[in-house]
């Protein structure tokens, strides 16, 4: 069975342009975390998906990020216009309602200059 | 003070020696505790959770958990290079059952 699978890997950008992220969760996971990790640090949430519905984005800067998950599987995760201090690797874990247990992408590592 | 608390490290064992990883969390009705490993550039990996008190292993990997002291461990024993990496304690909370709160990670070194 295939994994969390996101894309780019790798992007970078200079500050003020837009950047996407994409993510596809494992087939069947109700449940979709975008997640913020810098340098040292633990994740930190971004946005979190029941279905299609978000239903936990506190901790989403609404004024650049924004996010949907269509049909309740893909999600994609926007900036713009993106700035030097969103560089960090932007993770995708998706699990099972109901079930603690989440499974991590790959990361989109970002380097914003 | 954070959720969840970790010492980052970074922990030197040799090889062959247990490593033990720390981790307290701030709420007292916590009720599931997940270590993750992270490999320097790479996601992180489940590999071990833990609900009740006590101790749960699995393989050369042991979880601790002391409810009452709200703190949780990772064992592990006969250590080996390839155990080298980024530990997080994640936990979730209680009246969001899947919003995970992750400690800033312990980074262990396993020296040959």
């Known amino acids: 069975e295939a994994g969390v699978v996101q894309s780019p890997r790798y992007k970078i950008i200079e500050k003020k342009q837009p950047v996407a992220f994409w993510c596809n969760p494992i087939?069947?996971?109700?449940?979709l975390y975008w997640y913020r990790q810098n340098l040292g640090q633990g994740p930190e949430l971004l946005i979190r998906?029941?279905?299609?519905?978000?239903?936990?984005d506190s901790q989403l800067p609404k004024d650049r990020f924004s996010a949907e998950r269509l049909k309740g599987v893909d999600s994609t995760l926007k900036i713009q216009p993106a700035e030097l201090g969103d560089s960090a690797v932007y993770l995708c874990?998706?699990?099972?309602?109901?079930?603690?247990?989440?499974?991590f992408g790959q990361g989109t590592r970002l380097t914003v200059v | 003070q954070k959720e969840v608390e970790q010492n980052s490290g970074p922990l030197s064992v040799p090889e062959g020696a247990i490593a033990s990883l720390n981790c307290t969390y701030s709420?007292?009705?916590?009720?599931?505790f997940f270590w993750y490993r992270q490999y320097s550039g790479k996601s992180p990996e489940l590999i071990m959770s833990?609900?009740?008190?006590g101790d749960k292993e699995d393989g050369r990997f042991t979880a601790q958990l002391n409810k009452a002291s709200q703190y949780v461990s990772l064992l592990i024993r006969d250590s080996q290079p390839s155990d080298s990496a980024t530990y997080l304690c994640?936990?979730?909370?209680?009246?969001?059952?899947?919003?995970?709160?992750f400690g800033s990670g312990t980074k262990l070194n396993v020296k040959p």
């Open positions: 874990a998706s699990s099972l309602r109901g079930v603690n247990e989440a499974f």
């Open positions: 087939s069947g996971h109700n449940t």
């Open positions: 998906y029941e279905n299609e519905e978000a239903v936990d």
């Open positions: 709420d007292r009705v916590s009720q599931s």
């Open positions: 833990i609900y009740s008190n």
């Open positions: 994640a936990v979730p909370t209680v009246s969001n059952f899947n919003k995970f709160y």
